[in-house]
């Protein structure tokens, strides 16, 4: 099923993506991905989710990731995506996640699961817990997606080889018992697909940075975030200009670019004559703007769980009864009873 076969029918393109609760998402994650869902919400039949499940193979402690849950789910709200518009929910609380998974398990090669960058570099950066979930991870990842015969997928530039292996598993499983699944492509945007480190810009900016300095959380507060552009790494040359080999500077003005929808060449001309440190304030102060209604709803929903959990709870009914349709069909391609 190529990805027009659903739009031909008159119906929106299905949007789906799911982020990660493994703690408050970065500048990164908001322009690389969730500003695009917010974008997207308005146009598509949109499916967003707290990917819950997939934070397991970092075995987080139990109480501080049902409390990184809920906050993900408010920051999904706090986005401005309407509940009532779109489906928003927590993975886990959808069955077909996991038992879809473990079908397309089945129709995935080992070598291809092994080719996953992602997954050489996590094996590296933690080689005491290269667990089984860490390696079949972009399998759930394609379940996710292909429950809810999705078409578009917003993500950073880093997902990009995890949207083809999902759709090599479609259409391998398409090919073998029969159209099934449509293949999803990956919706990345061309400025923010990758926010890099502030103190090493070679490096994309990254929750799991050990380094509070490297990356922006969605929640610190703008004290704390002007004296990171602060101390943002850059060069020695002085201009705002982008260019090769100028990686901080490129960066910021990527930053620059997402928060003002300036282009590069307006933000060189707003800069001419100017020197890094009056450039890095203006980053900072179009960032705070940009965050701050985020803040603002974040520390509304947080103060009322109970509508946290209700509508993620409804959500996930919604979701459910799409998801249920394609595990159906799927169990029945490959001759479960049903
Ligand atoms: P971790 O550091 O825990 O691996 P992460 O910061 O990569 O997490 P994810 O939950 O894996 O975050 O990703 C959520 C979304 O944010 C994905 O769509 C991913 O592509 C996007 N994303 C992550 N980091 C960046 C970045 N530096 N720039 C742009 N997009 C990003
Ligand atoms: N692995 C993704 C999170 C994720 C996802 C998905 C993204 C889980 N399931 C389905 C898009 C579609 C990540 O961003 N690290």
């Known amino acids: 099923m190529e990805n027009t076969a659903s739009q031909k029918k008159g119906k929106k393109p299905v949007v789906l993506s799911?982020?990660?609760?493994?703690?408050?998402?970065?500048?990164?994650?908001?322009?690389?991905?969730?500003?695009?869902?917010?974008?997207m919400s308005e146009e598509y039949d949109c499916v967003f989710a707290v990917a819950d499940l997939h934070a397991l193979t970092v075995h987080p402690e139990p109480a501080k990731l049902r409390q990184q849950i809920l906050e993900m789910y408010a920051i999904m709200l706090s986005i401005g995506l309407d509940p009532e518009k779109n489906i928003t929910f927590i993975q886990s609380q959808v069955h077909a996640h996991a038992e879809l998974a473990w079908i397309l398990n089945c129709y995935t090669q080992f070598g291809e699961a092994s080719r996953m960058t992602q997954f050489k570099e996590k094996s590296q950066k933690h080689a005491d817990n290269i667990n089984v979930g860490l390696f079949s991870y972009p399998v759930l990842m394609a379940a996710d997606i292909l429950l809810y015969q999705a078409n578009y997928v917003p993500v950073g530039a880093d997902q990009k080889q995890h949207l083809e292996i999902a759709r090599d598993i479609a259409a391998r499983f398409n090919q073998i018992r029969g159209e099934t699944f449509t293949l999803p492509e990956p919706y990345i945007a061309k400025v923010g697909a990758k926010v890099m480190s502030l103190q090493d810009p070679?490096?994309?900016?990254?929750?799991?940075?050990?380094?509070?300095?490297?990356?922006?959380?969605?929640?610190?507060?703008?004290?704390?975030?002007?004296?990171?552009?602060?101390?943002?790494?850059t060069d020695s040359e002085a201009c705002v200009r982008y260019a090769e080999g100028k990686d901080g500077i490129n960066n910021l003005?990527?930053?620059?670019?997402?928060?003002?929808?300036?282009?590069?060449?307006?933000?060189?001309?707003?800069?001419?004559?100017?020197?890094?440190?009056?450039?890095?304030?203006?980053?900072?102060?179009?960032?705070?703007?940009?965050?701050?209604?985020?803040?603002?709803?974040?520390?509304?929903?947080?103060?009322?769980?109970a509508y946290l959990l209700d509508t993620a709870k409804k959500g996930a009914e919604k979701a459910e009864a799409i998801a249920a349709r394609t595990l159906y069909k799927a169990k029945k391609k490959v001759g479960l009873p049903i």
């Open 18 to 39: 799911c982020i990660q609760p493994t703690s408050v998402p970065t500048l990164g994650n908001y322009l690389g991905a969730l500003k695009n869902w917010k974008k």
């Open 202 to 233: 070679t490096q994309k900016m990254s929750k799991s940075d050990p380094n509070p300095k490297a990356s922006i959380s969605l929640l610190d507060t703008p004290d704390v975030i002007i004296k990171k552009f602060k101390s943002a790494v």
């Open 253 to 305: 003005m990527g930053i620059y670019s997402c928060c003002t929808g300036l282009d590069f060449d307006q933000i060189e001309k707003e800069f001419e004559g100017k020197g890094y440190g009056d450039f890095k304030v203006k980053v900072a102060q179009a960032v705070i703007e940009e965050l701050k209604p985020v803040q603002e709803n974040f520390s509304r929903y947080m103060s009322d769980k």
